[in-house]
């Protein structure tokens, strides 16, 4: 099973795996607080992509286009994703934004489950 979760949210033991998916550092949160077990920075949308995204749901159905074709090129992150599943059960992808229905874990949820 893979779920979302914002890093603001705290753990918890169903959580299983977390994986921070976001580019950059979420403010305000120590590492040993967000219990991350890997941060996989490079499956974030690119800066120039989330910068133009700015959260705005306006942009919502552009955005999930542009950071799909970004995924093309990272077909082995989500492989990655999904082998993990198979060994952990429980993968959480953890983003930060305060939107938890138009943000990039929301994409990547869809895209490995695939």
Do not use: C
Not at 2 to 8: E, G, L, T
Not at 21 to 28: A, C, F, M, N
Not at 49 to 73: I, M, S, V, Y
């Amino acid at each position: 099973m893979v779920q979302i979760k914002r890093v603001y949210d705290g753990y918890d033991k169903k959580d299983g795996y977390r994986i921070l998916v976001d580019r950059l550092w979420p403010r305000g949160v120590s590492k040993e607080k967000a219990k991350i077990d890997e941060w996989m920075k490079d499956i974030a949308p690119s800066t120039e992509l989330r910068e133009w995204f700015g959260h705005d749901p306006a942009k919502w159905t552009e955005f999930q286009k542009r950071f799909k074709e970004e995924l093309e090129n990272k077909k082995d992150l989500l492989e990655h994703i999904k082998d993990t599943e198979k060994k952990e059960t429980t993968v959480t992808l953890v983003f930060a934004a305060k939107d938890e229905t138009h943000n990039n874990a929301v994409v990547l949820q869809e895209m490995v489950k695939k």
